[in-house]
Nanobody, 122 residues
Framework: QVQLVESGGGLVQAGGSLKLSCAAS????????MGWFRQAPGKEREFVAA????????VYADSVKGRFTISRDNAKNYLYLQMNSLKPEDTAVYYC???????????????WGQGTQVTVSS
């Protein structure tokens, strides 16, 4: 399995930006489809974005499309989530996840980080 550690969360005003990072270690990072998920208080965890091995294919939730950008650096074993035009409803714990598959999808991620809190004030 791959081990994942998120960072970069914090408090930001609505309309602001944050960039989350996820450091991966263990098995070969470049073999995994990677994703970001989030969980707001009292809600189910939800898919945010996913990216293919090469970074050439990305998928986004409708709620973040056009505002968030997922990317990866396979040489450094890092996954990123650039979040722009943040809204109070983006407030959640954000999780990095890995999927041992060649197919970019929104489910069946087997490895998870511990999460990083993002709070957007109005």
């Amino acid at each position: 399995q791959v081990q994942l550690v998120e960072s970069g969360g914090g408090l930001v005003q609505a309309g602001g930006s944050l960039k989350l990072s996820c450091a991966a270690s263990g098995r070969t990072f470049s073999r995994y489809v990677m994703g970001w998920f989030r969980q707001a208080p009292g809600k189910e965890r939800e898919f945010v974005a996913a990216i293919s091995w090469s970074g050439g294919r990305t998928v986004y939730a409708d709620s973040v499309k056009g505002r968030f950008t997922i990317s990866r650096d396979n040489a450094k074993n890092y996954l990123y989530l650039q979040m722009n035009s943040l809204k109070p409803e983006d407030t959640a714990v954000y999780y990095c996840a890995a999927r041992d598959s060649a197919i970019v999808a929104r489910t069946n991620f087997g490895s998870w980080g511990q999460g990083t809190q993002v709070t957007v004030s109005s």
